[in-house]
């Protein structure tokens, strides 16, 4: 224990000092203590002992290793051209004290999250009793287009006032594949909430596979505009809106599940821009991604809920939606005409808010117009009883919790 201490220490030290320059060399957090059991074996931080990690802002590569359990107190967040590389396996455990705990990569830095779906990467509060909300989450800041802002400006992300947003279509954040995060989602007030994976103007080029938020008291997964392809989504229990864009989204959501707990709000929550900001972007554009093989479960049609909500002009090509368990299947709110602020229905009236394949099942009332637009539901959705979802059920295993 003697030994333990010690290198706990140095280690800290270490960290802090790595802060203030940019030619160091990677930081390899490890623990290569050995202790002798009566059977000759070794017995390291893989086996219960946890290691620390400074909050700072780090300028040198931060390297976790595989299969150990590290511990994080406060902000810890990668800046420009530094890489937080996370072996296969590894768990990070928060101190449960909300907002102020999160890791946050910045513009320009990277996030390299390789786990398996043998070993997942998970990330969750480090409370002997876990509930949502008892830390931050996972923040990942690019350079791609975002419409709260004008040209080449960038705005500033809810939690940490770090930028984001840009010009490029191609930026890369990083891989985060096979990675969990649980009982994220600490409040900083009553509107600036962290959730469990929020991307802020990601690009394209960021590579985001076999991701879980459960358990998170704000949003599972937030877009704030950007391009950035997720494939593989699940979000289990999460209080507020299991996914939500907002900012001019133009990305892809493909194989999707989303299951509601107790506390729950929306299935999706989609809006063309941030109503807090309005939309700035010139010439103007909207939130438009492509959503493919979705799966969102309900507590049942009589709970008054909607499975998705869109609205503030957002746009989105929708295929193969299944929806069980809602009063609501889709709620449209905006202002009617081309020129409103909020043209919701003008997109489903030009082609560019569509659904084709939709299954319902115990949905009270499949579609809710309040876009002030006329039109048919036909013009909305087509092949309703022809989608089967996503099959979560064996890209699902092994990986995933709450089930």
């Not at 009617?336 to 939709?358: E, Q, R």
Request: aromatic letters at 8%.
């Amino acid at each position: 224990m003697k030994n333990n201490l010690l290198l706990g220490l140095a280690i800290t030290a270490l960290l802090f000092n790595s802060c203030s320059t940019d030619d160091t060399a990677d930081i390899i957090i490890t623990d290569n203590s050995i202790i002798n059991n009566n059977n000759g074996e070794n017995s390291g931080s893989g086996n219960g002992e946890e290691i620390a990690i400074s909050a700072a802002e780090y300028s040198s590569d931060l390297v976790l290793e595989a299969s150990k359990t590290y511990t994080i107190n406060g902000p810890v967040i990668m800046a420009n051209g530094a890489n937080l590389i996370i072996g296969e396996g590894v768990t990070v455990k928060a101190i449960a004290t909300g907002a102020d705990v999160y890791i946050a990569i910045s513009q320009g830095a990277k996030i390299i999250a390789n786990g398996t779906a043998a070993n997942p990467i998970v990330m969750t509060s480090g409370a002997s009793n876990p509930a949502a909300g008892q830390w931050g989450g996972l923040i990942i800041l690019g350079k791609a287009p975002i419409n709260s802002v004008t040209g080449n400006a960038t705005s500033t992300s809810e939690i940490g006032s770090l930028p984001y947003g840009g010009t490029e279509t191609s930026d890369s954040s990083g891989i985060i594949r096979y990675v969990r995060v649980e009982y994220s989602g600490g409040a900083a007030d009553g509107s600036s909430e962290n959730n469990g994976f929020s991307f802020y103007g990601v690009g394209a080029g960021t590579t985001v596979d076999y991701i879980q938020a459960y358990e998170g008291a704000d949003d599972g997964i937030e877009f704030f505009g950007g391009n950035v392809e997720v494939n593989h989504a699940v979000v289990i229990n999460c209080q507020d809106d299991s996914i939500d864009w907002t900012e001019g989204f133009t990305g892809k959501v493909t194989n999707a599940y989303v299951k509601h707990g107790a506390d729950h709000d929306k299935g999706f929550e989609c809006d063309g821009y941030n109503t807090d900001i309005g939309n700035l972007s010139n010439p103007k554009f909207w939130s438009k991604p492509t959503v493919k093989d979705v799966t969102i479960v309900g507590l049942g049609s009589s709970t008054g809920n909607e499975a998705i909500r869109l609205r503030a002009g957002t746009q989105g090509i929708f295929e193969n939606i299944l929806i069980e368990g809602f009063a609501e299947g889709f709620d449209l709110d905006g202002d009617a005409g081309a020129n409103s602020d909020n043209p919701t229905g003008t997109g489903v009236i030009n082609g560019d808010l569509d659904i084709t394949n939709v299954t319902f099942t115990d949905v009270t009332k499949q579609l809710k117009n309040d876009t002030g637009d006329t039109f048919a539901d036909a013009d909305f959705m087509t092949g309703i009883g022809n989608a089967t979802g996503t099959d979560y059920a064996i890209w699902g295993a092994s990986w995933t919790t709450g089930n």
